[in-house]
């Protein structure tokens, strides 16, 4: 066989991944698998991981020595190279397994396979060929090779890996402020209301702060109890038996609970022996001696309760979170959110409160509102405060322009305590007002569901600065001669078009259901199922139980879904004027929504029970299906309305704007900084 068939036999076998048909070739041919089969140089062994082949890979290695693995074609590029370009993570791992050596090795233009796999945005394929570095090889990483791998742990939120570079280079950091820009850019949200609703942490939380104000023994929470006690018996004002009691009801307490019990009542009753009520209120003691161990034991049984079922949730939640996917996506939710709060902390710590490199960070977690790395940063460095963007405007009056409510809340008090902050002002003369005035970014638009509740929180922006400033900073002028009203109707007015037309809609599609609905049931309720007496006129089914519940629930969907179809028509009647975007309208569709919801139930069951009287005599398994037929049209209004009620309610109900719980430390030491406020 000549040279120019055997390479294109070798090639045309890796290419279709056929192992036979080259093992056969190798067997006869021994040099044959080092040879380059291909114009640029390449080995059968490139030319399988070029072509995704593993299980071909996997045999070819076999065969191959170890020196044979480094090979390198007309670039210099070995089979690592190869699978870090095409992003061949299986074969990198048996490549690497077999010859660590090859993740030190330099094509011709000085890349190396990380290198590589990066500049080719496989980002995956970066991080698995960090993980394969051992530690020996780190050290000799350049500094494209670190920055490649920071951009590659971060990117992919692979924070242990990241917390193994950061104690590997710690150096890095402190001298790159990107590294912190790519944690704040990619920092992970938290858990939603509903998801941190239903994660068992939250009741592991509530139950460490139960336990640490009801159960502790040697420990007691004397300000509520002794509290309690203190004023209660200063108000009896007894001495001479009190002594007497005291040590009778002591058997009853753990002896360190007692001293302190005692302690108060010995100390009040001396300081209330000559009060207005006098020795004969003294029975006034009794209730509470005789019915404080009751309440503790009940709080005690009640608490283990609660440390059981929490348990016993905890557990199921843990098997949940292997077979159910979205219960799995909010518990690595979770455990990514608490990754990347260590590897912040981590970051901050290593550059330190001298550092000038948190101005864009910070910047940035203003603009995607993580708060937690705002809070963060002004901890190390408090003077990032007063640091300003390219049209130069500062932390706070991003919050407001770009709609952060959580930084917003976070930097209230400091809002509040300080006039240079409300008062400031833009290079265009705008305030704050202004700028809460202006459109929001729309990627902060699309976080809320329809035009009608994007409008609604513009409003509520609006009406939170405005709360900040005297009532004749809210009608200054800006460069342009606009008030901030002014400016507020020019930025929304589209948007107002848009809500309009959205709340019509939903209402008009609402209250065609609801119309639909008072349609059914009233003529269900003038023809009555099953007919009625001749002579007299009274149903013939007027003693049966389902007869009943046809009455109630047909009469009850009958008044609800009228209630339903006045709302939505109240709707499509209004004026639709800023100001009604806040509460009037979405609190009419609100109560629309509810009582269709609750029209639609009740039509179904009232339907369920007409159903059970005529065709299911003497046969009462057929309450079953028709009882689980009922739940799909039920289901279907629920699924399609439910979120955009929960979305209204939170939206209407809930404020978003509050007291943000302070990072303790960066609280006090802006608070106490004299340089960081504007003056």
Same mark, same amino acid.
């Given at each position: 066989?000549?040279?120019?068939?055997?390479k294109?036999e070798?090639y045309?076998?890796?290419?279709?991944?056929?192992?036979?048909?080259?093992?056969?070739?190798?067997?006869?041919?021994?040099?044959?698998?080092?040879q380059?089969?291909?114009?640029?140089?390449n080995?059968?062994?490139?030319?399988?991981?070029?072509?995704?082949?593993?299980y071909?890979?996997?045999?070819l290695?076999?065969?191959?020595?170890?020196?044979?693995?480094?090979t390198?074609?007309?670039?210099?590029?070995?089979?690592?190279?190869?699978a870090?370009?095409?992003?061949?993570?299986?074969?990198a791992?048996?490549?690497?397994?077999k010859?660590k050596?090859?993740?030190?090795?330099?094509?011709?233009?000085?890349?190396?396979?990380?290198?590589?796999?990066?500049?080719?945005?496989?980002?995956?394929?970066?991080?698995?060929l960090?993980?394969?570095?051992p530690p020996s090889?780190?050290?000799t990483?350049?500094?494209?090779?670190?920055?490649?791998?920071?951009?590659?742990?971060?990117?992919?939120?692979?924070?242990?890996?990241?917390?193994?570079l950061?104690?590997?280079?710690?150096?890095?950091?402190?001298?790159?402020?990107?590294?912190?820009r790519?944690?704040?850019?990619?920092?992970?949200?938290?858990?939603?209301?509903?998801?941190?609703?239903?994660?068992?942490?939250?009741?592991?939380?509530?139950?460490?702060?139960?336990?640490?104000?009801?159960i502790?023994?040697?420990h007691?929470d004397?300000?509520?109890?002794?509290?309690?006690?203190?004023?209660?018996?200063?108000?009896?004002?007894?001495?001479?038996v009190?002594?007497k009691?005291?040590?009778r009801?002591?058997?009853l307490?753990?002896?360190n609970?007692?001293?302190?019990?005692?302690?108060?009542?010995?100390?009040?009753?001396?300081?209330?022996k000559?009060?207005l009520?006098?020795?004969?209120?003294?029975?006034?003691?009794f209730?509470?001696a005789?019915?404080?161990?009751?309440?503790?034991?009940?709080c005690?049984?009640?608490?283990?309760?609660?440390?059981?079922l929490?348990m016993?949730y905890?557990?199921i939640?843990?098997?949940m979170?292997?077979?159910?996917?979205?219960?799995?996506?909010i518990?690595?939710k979770?455990?990514?959110?608490?990754?990347?709060k260590?590897?912040?902390?981590?970051?901050?710590?290593?550059m330190?409160?001298?550092?000038?490199?948190y101005?864009?960070?910070?910047?940035?977690?203003?603009?995607?509102?993580a708060?937690?790395?705002?809070?963060?940063?002004?901890?190390?460095s408090p003077?990032?405060?007063?640091?300003?963007?390219?049209?130069?405007?500062?932390?706070?009056?991003?919050?407001?322009?770009?709609?952060?409510?959580?930084?917003?809340?976070?930097?209230?008090?400091?809002?509040?305590?300080?006039?240079?902050?409300?008062?400031?002002?833009?290079?265009?003369?705008n305030?704050?007002v202004?700028?809460a005035?202006?459109?929001?970014?729309?990627?902060?638009?699309?976080? $809320?569901?329809g035009? =009608? *509740?994007? #409008?609604?929180?513009?409003l +509520?922006?609006r009406?939170?600065v /405005? @709360?900040?400033? !005297?009532?004749?900073?809210?009608?200054q002028?800006?460069?342009?001669?606009?008030?901030?009203t002014?400016?507020?109707?020019r930025?929304?007015?589209?948007?107002?078009?848009?809500?309009?037309?959205?709340?019509?809609?939903?209402?008009?599609?609402?209250?065609i259901?609801?119309?639909l609905?008072?349609?059914?049931?009233?003529?269900?309720?003038i023809?009555?199922?099953?007919?009625?007496?001749?002579?007299?006129?009274?149903p013939?089914?007027?003693?049966?139980?389902?007869?009943?519940?046809?009455?109630?629930f047909?009469a009850?969907?009958?008044? $609800?879904?009228?209630? =339903? *179809?006045? #709302?939505?028509?109240s709707? +499509?009647?209004?004026?639709?004027? /800023? @100001?009604?975007? !806040?509460?009037?309208?979405?609190?009419?569709?609100?109560?629309?929504?509810l009582?269709?919801?609750?029209a639609?139930?009740?039509?179904i069951?009232?339907?369920?029970?007409?159903?059970?009287?005529?065709?299911c005599?003497?046969?009462?398994?057929?309450l079953?299906?028709?009882?689980?037929?009922?739940c799909?049209?039920?289901?279907?209004?629920v699924?399609?309305?439910?979120?955009?009620?929960?979305?209204?309610i939170?939206?209407?109900?809930f404020p978003?704007?509050?007291?943000?719980?302070?990072?303790?430390?960066s609280?006090?030491?802006?608070?106490?900084?004299?340089?960081?406020?504007?003056?």
């Amino acid at each position: 066989m000549d040279n120019i068939r055997l390479k294109k036999e070798l090639y045309e076998a890796a290419v279709e991944g056929c192992w036979w048909k080259a093992k056969a070739i190798m067997k006869i041919h021994k040099n044959a698998a080092t040879q380059a089969i291909t114009e640029n140089g390449n080995t059968i062994l490139h030319v399988a991981v070029e072509m995704g082949h593993n299980y071909f890979l996997e045999k070819l290695l076999e065969l191959l020595e170890s020196d044979h693995i480094e090979t390198q074609n007309s670039t210099g590029r070995t089979a690592l190279h190869i699978a870090a370009e095409v992003g061949n993570e299986y074969a990198a791992q048996l490549l690497v397994q077999k010859r660590k050596e090859l993740l030190g090795i330099l094509d011709h233009n000085g890349l190396s396979a990380l290198h590589t796999a990066y500049i080719n945005t496989k980002i995956n394929m970066a991080a698995s060929l960090i993980k394969s570095t051992p530690p020996s090889m780190s050290d000799t990483y350049s500094d494209n090779d670190k920055q490649n791998a920071f951009v590659a742990a971060i990117l992919t939120r692979q924070y242990d890996l990241t917390e193994t570079l950061l104690k590997k280079f710690p150096d890095y950091a402190v001298n790159h402020a990107e590294i912190l820009r790519m944690i704040t850019i990619t920092f992970p949200n938290d858990l939603s209301f509903m998801e941190s609703f239903i994660y068992p942490g939250i009741y592991f939380s509530n139950f460490s702060f139960f336990l640490s104000k009801n159960i502790s023994i040697n420990h007691v929470d004397t300000l509520t109890y002794s509290s309690v006690i203190t004023m209660c018996i200063y108000l009896i004002g007894f001495h001479n038996v009190r002594q007497k009691i005291v040590l009778r009801g002591s058997l009853l307490f753990h002896s360190n609970f007692l001293d302190k019990f005692v302690e108060d009542i010995l100390r009040v009753a001396r300081v209330g022996k000559n009060s207005l009520l006098g020795k004969n209120s003294m029975i006034l003691f009794f209730p509470i001696a005789t019915l404080y161990p009751i309440y503790e034991l009940i709080c005690l049984l009640i608490l283990m309760l609660r440390v059981i079922l929490s348990m016993l949730y905890f557990l199921i939640w843990k098997v949940m979170a292997v077979i159910v996917r979205p219960i799995k996506s909010i518990e690595k939710k979770k455990k990514e959110y608490q990754e990347a709060k260590k590897i912040l902390c981590l970051v901050c710590g290593q550059m330190g409160t001298l550092n000038d490199g948190y101005n864009e960070p910070i910047l940035d977690a203003v603009r995607q509102d993580a708060y937690l790395v705002v809070d963060e940063i002004l901890n190390m460095s408090p003077a990032t405060i007063n640091c300003k963007d390219e049209e130069g405007h500062n932390i706070i009056q991003l919050a407001v322009k770009y709609r952060s409510e959580k930084v917003y809340n976070l930097l209230h008090h400091i809002i509040e305590r300080k006039d240079s902050y409300r008062k400031m002002k833009d290079s265009a003369g705008n305030n704050l007002v202004h700028l809460a005035g202006r459109l929001a970014p729309s990627s902060v638009l699309a976080r $809320t569901t329809g035009a =009608a *509740l994007q #409008l609604q929180r513009e409003l +509520l922006w609006r009406q939170e600065v /405005e @709360k900040l400033m !005297l009532p004749l900073e809210i009608m200054q002028d800006n460069v342009d001669k606009e008030t901030p009203t002014m400016v507020f109707t020019r930025e929304h007015q589209d948007l107002l078009k848009e809500g309009e037309s959205w709340l019509k809609t939903t209402a008009e599609s609402c209250s065609i259901t609801a119309a639909l609905i008072v349609t059914i049931v009233f003529a269900a309720a003038i023809t009555v199922p099953g007919g009625s007496n001749q002579e007299s006129g009274i149903p013939l089914f007027k003693n049966e139980t389902a007869f009943t519940i046809f009455a109630l629930f047909n009469a009850f969907s009958l008044f $609800t879904a009228t209630t =339903a *179809l006045l #709302l939505f028509l109240s709707i +499509l009647t209004a004026r639709f004027s /800023e @100001k009604d975007f !806040l509460v009037s309208l979405p609190r009419r569709l609100i109560f629309g929504l509810l009582t269709l919801f609750l029209a639609t139930i009740g039509m179904i069951v009232a339907f369920g029970a007409i159903l059970f009287i005529v065709f299911c005599d003497q046969r009462a398994w057929m309450l079953a299906p028709i009882s689980g037929f009922a739940c799909l049209p039920i289901s279907v209004i629920v699924t399609i309305k439910l979120p955009l009620l929960v979305d209204l309610i939170k939206s209407t109900y809930f404020p978003i704007f509050g007291k943000q719980r302070y990072h303790l430390e960066s609280y006090n030491k802006i608070s106490r900084s004299n340089t960081i406020f504007m003056d």
